[in-house]
């Protein structure tokens, strides 16, 4: 007897990738919100928490960058989309053009 297809998504290295992508916007959010606290505090205390913040949103930037391939790489789709290409290619396509004459 075969599995539904809501186990097989669950039993699936994609299914593991697409739950990284609360915490990764949880640690996003984190960063960006002790860079807006940095702001209010005076300049002695602000520039050393302005560097953990800037360190931190450099590293979700790059936590964010792994996450798209990976999520790319084990997309049960993933060959009708190297194919026609990805959605968020042609929403960012879109946008660069949306202003074009």
Same mark, same amino acid.
């Given at each position: 007897?075969?599995?539904?297809?809501s186990q097989i998504m669950k039993d699936t290295t994609f299914h593991h990738v697409c739950n990284l992508e609360r915490p990764l916007a949880a640690a996003r959010n984190f960063a960006t919100g !002790?860079?807006?606290?940095? %702001?209010?505090?005076? %300049?002695?205390?602000a520039s050393s928490?302005?560097?953990?913040?800037?360190?931190? !949103?450099?590293?979700?930037?790059?936590?964010?960058? %792994?996450?798209?391939?990976?999520f790319q790489l084990t997309h049960p789709d993933r060959d009708?989309?190297?194919? %026609?290409?990805?959605?968020?290619?042609?929403?960012a396509g879109a946008l660069t053009h949306k202003g074009a004459p």
């Open positions: 007897m075969s599995q539904p297809d !002790i860079a807006l606290i940095s %702001e209010t505090l005076d %300049e002695r205390g928490v302005q560097q953990i913040s800037a360190a931190m !949103i450099d590293a979700v930037a790059k936590i964010e960058a %792994e996450y798209s391939t990976l009708r989309f190297e194919r %026609e290409g990805w959605p968020t290619d042609k929403a």
